[in-house]
């Protein structure tokens, strides 16, 4: 079982920056793969960021791209989304997911299953 705990949302103009921290604890195992997911209002879930704990790939969503960096202290099971010029369009509710990956090789993908979540934490951009 991992237990996730988001934090780091507000309310920001656009053009401003949010630093979001998703720390893991439980049973964290040797190699996750860890995202971040949002959801706006009336709309479906979106994968925007995912890191392998194992040599740090990343992958993004093209929306995010050049906006948004996904980081991680392994030391501290913490991974962090930091978001540059955030847009009106970027409101959502951030959440944080893992999975923990037992095979060695492969990348860490925007569209794998994602079996622990966090409770998520509100990001609200405005005009």
């Known amino acids: 079982e991992v237990q996730l705990v988001e934090s780091g949302g507000g309310s920001v103009p656009a053009g401003g920056s949010l630093r979001l921290s998703c720390i893991a604890s439980g049973n964290t195992g040797t190699r996750r793969c860890t995202a971040w997911f949002r959801q706006a209002p009336g709309k479906g879930r979106e994968a925007v960021a995912v890191i392998d704990s194992s040599g740090g790939t990343t992958d993004y969503a093209d929306s995010v791209k050049g906006r948004f960096t996904i980081s991680q202290d392994n030391a501290k099971n913490t991974v962090f989304l930091q978001m540059n010029i955030l847009k009106p369009d970027d409101t959502a509710k951030f959440y944080c997911?893992?999975?923990?990956?037992?095979?060695?090789?492969?990348?860490?993908?925007?569209?794998?299953?994602?079996?622990?979540w966090g409770q998520g934490t509100q990001v609200t951009v405005s005009a």
């Open positions: 997911a893992t999975y923990l990956r037992f095979r060695s090789g492969g990348t860490c993908r925007l569209d794998d299953t994602f079996g622990y």
